[in-house]
T-cell receptor, first 117, second 111 residues
Framework: EAGVVQSPRYKIIEKKQPVAFWCNPI?????LYWYLQNLGQGPELLIR????????DSQLPKDRFSAERLKGVDSTLKIQPAELGDSAVYLC???????????????FGEGSRLTVL | GEDVEQSLFLSVREGDSSVINCTYT??????LYWYKQEPGAGLQLLTYIFSNMDMKQDQRLTVLLNKKDKHLSLRIADTQTGDSAIYFC???????????FGKGTMLLVSP
């Protein structure tokens, strides 16, 4: 079974440029998360989807960040315009439904590492 | 609100036991987890414990939970060089809530 797939793995852009990250969750997983991981820090939630509905986007900086999960399967996270402080790893995770279910297990992708120059 | 604290770094020799500690603030947390992150990879669930348990053992891993002190620990017996990674403690209010992660403890195992 394929795991959570993210692309691109690495992206280098200049500040003020746009960037987009793509995530394909494990087949059948209704819940999808985007987490931000700064260097030396733990993952911090940006947005959580239940199917196509964003149920928690309180930590998403909506002035420059946007996300979509139109058909309740794959998802795109966009930053426009990027700032120097956006340099980080953007992790996508999925779970069968509602949090991690009874075991709390989230399945993570390898992440997309963004460098803003 | 929820907050999870961990020590940042631990260094051990191969064959020794490792103990990674975590404290959390929300007494309502009912699920506590340990995730492992190897370099350049995403996080992977190692083990979890429910708040009504004091201890859970899974092969080389032992999780201890002290609810009174809101303290969680992960003991790895016979630590191997392949155990070198970052270990994250996480909590949630229920198995269906969003997880809150600590900053991670980097474990370095030397031969």
């Amino acid at each position: 079974e394929a795991g959570v797939v993210q692309s691109p793995r690495y992206k280098i852009i200049e500040k003020k440029q746009p960037v987009a990250f793509w995530c394909n969750p494990i087949s059948g997983h209704n819940t999808l998360y985007w987490y931000l991981q700064n260097l030396g820090q733990g993952p911090e939630l940006l947005i959580r989807y239940e199917n196509e509905e964003a149920v928690d986007d309180s930590q998403l900086p909506k002035d420059r960040f946007s996300a979509e999960r139109l058909k309740g399967v794959d998802s795109t996270l966009k930053i426009q315009p990027a700032e120097l402080g956006d340099s980080a790893v953007y992790l996508c995770a999925s779970s069968p439904g509602g949090g991690g279910g009874p075991t709390g297990e989230l399945f993570f992708g390898e992440g997309s590492r963004l460098t803003v120059l | 609100g929820e907050d999870v604290e961990q020590s940042l770094f631990l260094s051990v020799r191969e064959g020794d036991s490792s103990v990674i500690n975590c404290t959390y603030t929300d007494s309502s947390s009912t699920y506590l987890y340990w995730y492992k992150q190897e370099p350049g990879a995403g996080l992977q669930l190692l083990t979890y414990i429910f708040s009504n348990m004091d201890m859970k053992q899974d092969q080389r891993l032992t999780v201890l939970l002290n609810k009174k002190d809101k303290h969680l620990s992960l003991r790895i017996a016979d630590t191997q060089t392949g155990d070198s990674a970052i270990y994250f403690c996480a909590e949630s209010l229920s198995g269906y809530s969003t997880l809150t992660f600590g900053k991670g403890t980097m474990l370095l195992v030397s031969p």
